[in-house]
C-alpha cells in the first residue's frame, strides 16, 4: 500500500514537471502587482506587490503549545511572570504549584501577571476539583480577568443549573456563552481568546472593548461588544484606564486549576 503509493506520488510529479515544460509562463507567476485597483478603505492595491507581508510564526508542535511569537505566561514550572493581587497587598505569589498546574488558594486574593496588555490572544487552560462542593455561582468560581477588569467567567457548569450570564465561557453578567461546551470536573477545559481593547479619548470611551472566546475548540463568543468592567447584580459600566493593564485570575474561594498559559500581543 505504502510502496503504491511514493509510486503514484512520483509519477504525478512527473507529471507536473511535464507540463511544465509545456507551459512554463503559466508557471512563472508575478509575486504581487501594481497595476491593479486600490482596496476600498485600505490603502493597499489588490494583489499589492509593496504590501508588507506578515511575519513568519512557527506554531506549536502540538495542538495548544505556545507558538514562536507567544509570551509563556505560565509553563507549569514557576511564577516568574505573575504577582498577586492579594486582598492584604502582598506581592508574592500565594496560591499553589505543583504538577504543572497553579491552583487557587482560596481567599487569598488574585493572581496578576507582571506584564501589561492591551490588545491580545490569550490561551489558558483550567480545570474545576473532582470533588464538587456548592452550587450554582459557588462551584468552581474563578475567572480570567482581561486587564484585571473585565471577566470571562470560569465555573463548573457541567450538571449545574445557574444564570445563563454566569456560566463558563460567558461574558459575566453581560452574555451568556452561545453553547455549555465545558468538561467534566477534573478534566482541562481551554479558552482561546480574542481580546480587543477598550480606547479612550480623555476620560472618555472613544470605543468599546469586544472579545471573542473558544472554549475547547468551540466558539462561545463572537466579538461581543462589552458593556462594561465585572459587576454583580448591576450593569457594567466603564471607567477610564491605561492603555494596557495585567491580566488576573480570580480567586472566588474554590481551588480551582490553571495551566498552559501564553499569550501573543495584537495590533488591532
Ligand atoms: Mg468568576
Do not use: C
Amino acid at each position: 500500500m505504502k510502496r503504491r503509493t511514493l509510486l503514484s506520488s512520483a509519477l504525478a510529479g512527473t507529471a507536473a514537471l511535464a507540463q511544465q515544460a509545456k507551459n512554463p509562463e503559466r508557471f512563472n507567476q508575478p509575486t504581487g502587482y501594481r497595476d491593479t485597483p486600490v482596496l476600498p478603505l485600505q490603502r493597499w492595491k489588490v494583489h499589492d506587490i509593496d504590501r508588507p507581508k506578515p511575519p513568519v510564526v512557527t506554531p506549536g508542535a502540538v495542538a495548544g503549545a505556545p507558538p514562536s511569537d507567544a509570551i509563556v505566561l505560565f509553563d507549569g514550572k514557576d511564577f516568574a511572570h505573575w504577582t498577586f493581587r492579594g486582598k492584604r497587598d502582598k506581592p508574592a505569589m500565594q496560591w499553589k504549584l505543583e504538577n504543572g498546574y497553579m491552583e487557587v488558594n482560596p481567599g487569598a486574593g488574585d493572581a496578576a501577571t507582571k506584564e501589561s496588555f492591551g490588545d491580545m490572544q490569550l490561551h489558558i487552560e483550567w480545570s474545576s476539583p473532582i470533588e464538587i462542593s456548592g452550587d450554582s455561582q459557588w462551584r468552581a468560581n474563578s475567572g480570567v480577568l482581561l486587564m484585571g477588569n473585565y471577566e470571562i467567567q470560569v465555573l463548573d457548569s457541567y450538571n449545574n443549573p445557574t444564570y445563563a450570564d454566569g456560566q463558563a465561557g460567558a461574558v459575566y453578567g453581560q452574555y451568556p456563552p452561545l453553547v455549555n461546551a465545558v468538561r467534566k470536573p477534573g478534566e482541562w477545559n481551554v479558552y482561546d481568546i480574542v481580546w480587543e481593547a477598550p480606547r479612550w479619548n480623555g476620560e472618555d470611551l472613544a470605543k468599546p472593548a469586544y472579545v471573542s472566546v473558544i472554549l475547547n475548540g468551540i466558539i462561545v463568543q463572537h466579538r461581543k461588544e462589552v458593556i462594561g468592567r465585572m459587576t454583580h447584580r448591576t450593569v457594567a459600566t466603564y471607567k477610564v484606564h491605561p492603555a494596557e493593564l495585567p491580566l488576573a485570575l480570580q480567586d472566588h474561594d474554590v481551588p480551582v486549576r490553571y495551566r498552559n498559559i501564553w499569550a501573543r500581543r495584537l495590533a488591532l
